[in-house]
């Protein structure tokens, strides 16, 4: 699924050839994707124009001038292809992106000549219309936690987020009540990054007053890093990421632990192996001998 970073740079990039533009028509190739289109939908979006195009976790929101927002989510397999308007060609890669026109299931057609293309092969994304106003108590929404990159992220955060939770750190950040957007790839490596374990338990990263410890600071700052590090990249490709313009992310050349299994550990040396594990279901991968 994709992650942070990669809705980040789908939103970016999708951004300049959006915003101001009006949807002369939109078609919509079947019912319903993860859940039905609202009603009216295409109606809805024709004639509107889009004044904003926002995240929030791995929500894109595109803020129209009716006064509804249309929300998108790109669901395990979902992607945005933007057409005509100088768009650049795919390059070829071993995971290619789906190009059948049967997974083309929404088209919006924009005034200036380009088209924004909605293919998903497993159908679990979504688009939801909603009022802009009380967005943030929108069901989708009112539950999320903390954006990692906003000003309200640091280390003070962590520790209270965390404080006298017992939960093994890595399900804890993947909680998306507390901290909204992460997700396994970027989790991983930002456990790496601070030299702690996934296992360890979160409330760690409060002391018994509940100021931060090093641990929340080295954790805070690490977050960060890579999320940032990861959008300047376009994000990682795996099976299912390219970017607006087609082409591909280039963060997974930079994992440190994730998908390495058996590889030495990339920290100076350090001489571990990286070890896979399953917690909650999930492959979580780290160096035993430096993560502690």
Known sequence: MPELPEVETVRRGLEPALVGRRFLGVETRRGDLRVPFPERFAERLTGRRVEGLTRR?????????????????????????????????????????????????????????????YNDPRRFGAMVLAP???????????????????????AARLAALFAGVRAPLKSGLLDQKRIAGLGNIYVCEALHRARLSPL??????????????????????????????????????????????????RFQHAFAVYDREGKPCPRPRCRGTIARIVQGGRSTFYCPACQK
């Open 57 to 117: 976790a791995k929500y894109l929101l595109a803020t129209l001038d009716g006064g509804e927002t249309l929300i998108m989510h790109l669901g395990m397999s979902g992607s945005l292809r933007l057409e005509g308007a100088g768009e650049k060609p795919a390059q070829p890669f071993h995971f290619e992106r789906s190009k059948r026109q049967a997974h083309d299931h929404v088209v919006f057609t924009l005034d200036g000549g380009a088209r924004v293309v």
């Open 132 to 154: 802009t106003r009380g967005l943030a108590e929108h069901p989708l929404f009112r539950h999320l936690g903390v954006e990692p990159l906003s000003k309200d992220f640091d």
């Open 200 to 249: 360890g338990e979160a409330g760690t990263l409060a002391g018994a007053r509940g100021a931060p410890t090093r641990a929340a600071e080295a954790l805070a700052a690490a977050v960060r890093q890579v999320l940032e590090e990861a959008i300047e990249a376009g994000g990682s490709t795996l099976r299912d990421h390219r970017r607006i313009d087609g082409e591909l992310g």
